[in-house]
Nanobody
Framework: QVQLVESGGGLVQAGGSLRLSCAASGTIFSPNSMAWFRQAPGKQRELVAS???????NYADSVKGRFTISRDNAKNTVLLQMNSLESEDTAVYYCNINFFGRNYWGQGTQVTVSS
């Protein structure tokens, strides 16, 4: 069983910053990929950023240059530093880990950007 617990969401003004963190626990295998997804009201869940156990991160075009994903393999944690936030970034953000073709999800954390 794998559990993912997110923290760090909240309300911020446009142009501000937030940092999301996620801790994974349970039986976790490597290599794996950790990621952040988001889902805005009325929209499909979309990939924000992902980072493999080893290798380079990948970002959605909409967040490139503003968001930074990082991870600590020893602690099975993943961070998402979000800068220059825009109202379009408002969504529920979900942490994800994938290994052996299976996806595991956190419960989600709300990020609201006021304009």
């Amino acid at each position: 069983q794998v559990q993912l617990v997110e923290s760090g969401g909240g309300l911020v003004q446009a142009g501000g910053s937030l940092r999301l963190s996620c801790a994974a626990s349970g039986t976790i295998f490597s290599p794996n990929s950790m990621a952040w997804f988001r889902q805005a009201p009325g929209k499909q869940r979309e990939l924000v950023a992902s980072i493999p156990s080893t290798g380079r991160p990948n970002y959605a075009d909409s967040v490139k240059g503003r968001f930074t994903i990082s991870r600590d393999n020893a602690k099975n944690t993943v961070l998402l530093q979000m800068n220059s936030l825009e109202s379009e970034d408002t969504a529920v953000y979900y942490c994800n880990i994938n290994f052996f073709g299976r996806n595991y999800w956190g419960q989600g954390t709300q990020v609201t950007v006021s304009s």
